[in-house]
């Protein structure tokens, strides 16, 4: 089964920092992983940083200055280094990628956008 997994979320006090890994795994025959996104309990879901296939980054004005985001294409993760956390970022935090699979009878190849599951991170005041 083809899926991205996010990892290391958790509860921090403000200041401090945690990574987050986005890990794709299953069959697939290409990669590219776009970025990572949030949801705050009644708020809509909103970008937080994204990175190009040329490996350009682009992060909200919200994080800018303490998320990175970076990615490993060969080793299938992405990851969202979080540093001097604010009350204000605890949020499920999701990554997307476009994943190459072979689908239907004839196991066509096609690209499609999956996301994980999401990974809780809460910042305690």
């Known amino acids: 089964q083809v899926q991205l997994v996010e990892s290391g979320g958790g509860l921090v006090q403000a200041g401090g920092s945690l990574r987050l890994s986005c890990a794709a795994s299953?069959?697939?025959?290409?990669?590219?992983?776009k970025g990572w996104y949030r949801q705050a309990p009644g708020k809509e879901r909103e970008l937080v940083a994204i990175?190009?296939?040329?490996?350009?980054?682009i992060s909200a004005d919200s994080v800018k200055g303490r998320f990175t985001v970076s990615r490993d294409n060969a080793k299938n993760t992405m990851w969202l280094q979080m540093n001097s956390l604010e009350p204000e970022d605890t949020a499920v935090y999701y990554c997307?990628?476009?994943?190459?699979?072979?689908?239907?009878?004839?196991?066509?190849?096609?690209?499609?956008?999956?996301w994980g599951q999401g990974t809780q991170v809460t910042v305690s005041s």
């Open positions: 990175i190009t296939p040329s490996e350009t980054t």
């Open positions: 299953g069959s697939i025959f290409g990669i590219n992983f």
């Open positions: 997307n990628a476009d994943l190459t699979v072979r689908s239907g009878s004839y196991g066509v190849y096609e690209t499609r956008s999956f």
